[in-house]
């Protein structure tokens, strides 16, 4: 690594500082990982994707396991104070890394094309955290998979990055799509839309989940649409079995994905 | 009503904002419930428990229910100027409502004597938001109480109450428990002790959860110690089906009640 930057009033650091608004992020194609975990992943899955590393000299000798696998990749690191490391991020305590990374981009074609099982499907989705959590969710159930409408909140968002907790360089997630055609692509490839929603009438237990189909998600607060709900092939509740008016989003969505794996694990091996 | 409550410099404002001091709270006995959906629940449920509501001028217009119900209950109404409601909160936007509330107290004894089926017990468990949502998990799952141990949050935090979204007021909370003696009162009732943790050998899909049961979860950070794990009737993991690392502790319980309510629907059924 070269001399540690430490001027936080720098250009480098105004460019970087500035990934935390949408609109800098669509218009540079660039976006902030923060933090050793979400560093971590995307060095280990998509080291071409990272444009500069930034880490503190004490994150650097804690981490070595990252910094080795950066400089294995070729990847560009640079040592920065920790007040040049705080400038850079969104989070408060970032803990010694992020890299600035270009934008992954999946195509909906391109995950069509290897015949997925389990989707999901989040339309106005609107809380960060929700988001992150559901990409997590669905990670870890083994979805193929996340797809999100253009009405939705930017994945790359600092909150919703870190909400992932590295889950967004594992799975491909497809953006800014358009309800009606990506449904349509849906069907076309046998792919069953459920609607998951608290106005369903099919609940989770009772709902075949063994065919390929993809979990359409809607806000958290007012859920989907009616008109989405009609498209979709059911609409379907998790149940509520004490007083609680609902789930949120991401627990709902983590419940239905892994009903979903569950079922498909089972019809594979029995 | 009476007169509005303008001034917020009273004594009255000072003593409802301490409250948001874990050491105030135990002190005092009371707690701050904020929001129309956490008040409107207590008034519903406990409104015993309910020691005086704020109310601003246009929330008591838009919840006439909640207005209505508290006045049948005899709950002290006080109508408040905005100000004095920003002043008496911990949230930035509490939505026009509080209410003061005594400390809803369940005993492990009271909860072991209806012979329960489903129960959650938290241990050192730190984070308002888990913990909160995995009341509000409990509560959809239809769970019996949640327990909590004497090293975990203070469930009567602003955020833990946030983030049970009302379930708080649902089913009984038991808090302050020492582990030995919550787990030997468990077993000598029948009550199955399983350990949710990522070190589980057994996997969530291959578990019995017929029999009556408690879901035992640790840290969000390091799960549970060797120690607790060892007293435990079997150590369950969640399977991880992708790439993810973990699921976080309020995804993990939500998946395991679930999976246990689903069980015992079916075993009562079948």
């Given at each position: 690594?070269?001399?540690?930057?430490?001027?936080?009033?720098?250009?480098?650091?105004?460019?970087?500082?500035?990934?935390?608004?949408?609109?800098?992020?669509?218009?540079?194609?660039?976006?902030?990982?923060?933090?050793?975990?979400?560093?971590?992943?995307?060095?280990?899955?998509?080291?071409?994707?990272?444009?500069?590393?930034?880490?503190?000299?004490?994150?650097?000798?804690?981490?070595?396991?990252?910094?080795?696998?950066?400089?294995?990749?070729?990847?560009?690191?640079?040592?920065?104070?920790?007040?040049?490391?705080?400038?850079?991020?969104?989070?408060?305590?970032?803990?010694?890394?992020?890299?600035?990374?270009?934008?992954?981009?999946?195509?909906?074609?391109?995950?069509?094309?290897?015949?997925?099982?389990?989707?999901?499907?989040?339309?106005?989705?609107?809380?960060?955290?929700?988001?992150?959590?559901?990409?997590?969710?669905?990670?870890?159930?083994?979805?193929?998979?996340?797809?999100?409408?253009?009405?939705?909140v930017d994945v790359f968002a600092p909150k919703v990055v870190r909400s992932t907790a590295g889950s967004l360089f594992h799975l491909p997630v497809v953006t800014g799509l358009s309800l009606q055609p990506t449904f349509a692509a849906l069907r076309e490839r046998g792919v069953r839309l459920l609607a998951a929603d608290g106005a369903g009438t099919v609940l989770l237990p009772d709902c075949d989940l063994t065919a390929p189909h993809a979990w359409v998600m809607g806000n958290e607060a007012w859920g989907l649409d009616i008109a989405t709900r009609d498209e979709c092939d059911e609409v379907v509740r998790v149940p509520i079995y004490g007083k609680a008016e609902s789930l949120n989003l991401a627990m709902a969505a983590t419940v239905c994905l892994y009903a979903s794996a569950s079922a498909q694990k089972a019809a594979q091996t029995g």
């Open positions: 690594m070269s001399t540690p930057l430490t001027n936080v009033r720098s250009e480098r650091v105004k460019t970087v500082r500035a990934l935390s608004r949408r609109s800098v992020r669509e218009k540079t194609g660039r976006f902030l990982a923060e933090g050793p975990q979400a560093v971590r992943e995307v060095v280990a899955h998509h080291p071409d994707r990272v444009v500069d590393l930034y880490v503190t000299r004490e994150a650097a000798r804690r981490h070595t396991d990252i910094v080795s696998a950066a400089q294995a990749a070729g990847v560009h690191l640079h040592e920065v104070s920790d007040e040049v490391l705080a400038a850079l991020c969104d989070t408060q305590a970032p803990q010694g890394l992020a890299a600035v990374c270009r934008v992954l981009t999946a195509s909906l074609d391109d995950v069509l094309a290897t015949g997925p099982r389990l989707l999901v499907l989040l339309t106005h989705v609107r809380d960060p955290g929700n988001a992150g959590t559901v990409i997590r969710g669905a990670d870890a159930a083994g979805a193929d998979a996340v797809l999100v409408s253009d009405a939705s």
